[in-house]
């Protein structure tokens, strides 16, 4: 089983409309979380990153659930510059400086 | 502050040349990483280093040697290239520090062919 697992989608949305995705991950020592961007192969941009209360950038919401062990983003009022890939990130207590990454889910917005 | 930059962005190689892809970053960031990400596929650690003048594996480490001699510059060789290292390689750096500001910050990626 992967440390981090994603739906890799694609999630089709149209314009304007909201999108919401999980991340699960396996490792109870799991201390920090991330959601980064990825465009056409080009290199994972930081989005933003998940706090145990849930924290909102703009359009952006990312929650916690440290029972479940996951992590969503919400992506609201869809812009056709949000398609991307996007990326959850996990670093852990037991292994310090090492991060997994999800294979990634595909978001494609369309007019 | 140019960040993390990666040299070359493209190379194709033949199968059994070597070549060197080297990584700096201007942040005086304590690790470095190297990933391949291949398609379908979620970026994989080749080798990353915790402080100058160290390396350890990754999670696909074979097929590639690393050294870090200066803090700034991480460097990652392939010895004889064979068509499975086709990819694209990132690296990328991390401060080191638990708090705000604790993401990795990545490179704009090396594409590599191997004929």
């Known amino acids: 089983r992967k440390e981090v697992e994603q739906d890799p989608g694609p999630f089709n949305v149209p314009e304007g409309a909201t999108v919401a995705f999980n991340c699960t991950y396996s490792?109870?020592?799991?201390?920090?979380f991330f959601w980064y961007r990825q465009d056409c192969r080009k290199e994972p941009k930081l989005l933003m990153s998940v706090y145990s209360s849930g924290n909102e950038d703009g359009r952006f919401t990312a929650q916690l659930n440290r029972a479940s062990q996951y992590i969503s983003l919400l992506i609201r009022d869809s812009k056709l510059s949000d398609s991307a890939t996007y990326l959850c990130?996990?670093?852990?207590?037991?292994?310090?400086?090492?991060?997994?990454f999800g294979a990634g889910t595909q978001v494609v917005v369309t007019p | 502050n140019a960040g993390v930059t990666q040299t070359p962005k493209f190379r194709v190689l033949k199968t059994g040349q070597s070549m060197t892809l080297l990584c700096a970053q201007d942040m005086n960031h304590e690790y470095m990483y190297w990933y391949r990400q291949d398609p379908g596929m979620g970026l994989r650690l080749i080798h990353y280093s915790v402080g100058e003048g160290t390396t350890a594996k990754g999670e696909v480490p074979d097929g590639y040697n690393v050294s870090r001699l200066k803090k700034q510059n991480f460097l990652l060789g392939l010895e004889s290239a064979a068509p499975s290292q086709t990819s694209v390689y990132f690296c990328a750096s991390f401060s080191g520090t638990s708090g705000s500001y604790n993401e990795q910050f990545f490179g704009p990626g090396t594409r590599l062919t191997v004929l």
């Open positions: 990130v996990v670093s852990s207590t037991d292994s310090w400086g090492k991060f997994q």
């Open positions: 490792n109870s020592a799991s201390q920090s």
